[in-house]
C-alpha cells in the first residue's frame, strides 16, 4: 500500500514562493501520475498539477507560469514550486498519487494529509 508524505506549504506574502514535496513509499508497485490539488474554503477541490509516467505534466490555467512541477522518479517524490503567489492560492494543497501494483491492471488512488498555504495581501 502507497503512503504520502507531504511537506512545505505555510504562510507567505503575495509575490513571496513556496516549495511543497511528497514522497510516495512502500513497495510493488508503479506510479501512474502523481500531482497536487487544492481545496480553498467553500470550494471544490481542483487540480494545480500533475504528471504521468511518460513525463506529461498538466497545470491549472490559474498557476500555469508560476508554478512548477517536478519529479524525481527514482524516489517516487514530486516537487511544487510555487512563485509569484497570489491571495487566491491560499488553500489547503494536497498531494496525490495514482498507483497500480506490478503485473496489475488495477489501479488505486491515494491522497496525502494536505498542507495549508496561506498568501496574505
Known amino acids: 500500500q502507497v503512503q504520502l508524505v507531504e511537506s512545505g506549504g505555510g504562510l507567505v506574502q503575495a509575490g513571496g514562493s513556496l516549495r511543497l514535496s511528497c514522497a510516495a513509499s512502500?513497495?510493488?508497485?508503479?506510479?501512474?501520475?502523481m500531482g497536487w490539488y487544492r481545496q480553498a474554503p467553500g470550494k471544490q477541490r481542483e487540480l494545480v498539477a500533475a504528471v504521468t509516467s511518460d513525463g506529461t505534466t498538466n497545470y491549472a490555467d490559474s498557476v500555469q507560469g508560476r508554478f512548477t512541477l517536478s519529479r524525481d522518479n527514482a524516489e517516487n517524490t514530486v516537487y511544487l514550486q510555487m512563485n509569484s503567489l497570489k491571495p487566491e492560492d491560499t488553500a489547503v494543497y494536497y498531494c496525490?498519487?495514482?498507483?497500480?501494483?506490478?503485473?496489475?491492471?488495477?489501479?488505486?488512488?491515494?491522497w496525502g494529509q494536505g498542507t495549508q498555504v496561506t498568501v496574505s495581501p
Open positions: 496525490n498519487a495514482n498507483y497500480s501494483p506490478y503485473r496489475s491492471g488495477t489501479y488505486y488512488v491515494r
Open positions: 512502500g513497495s510493488g508497485f508503479k506510479i501512474n501520475s
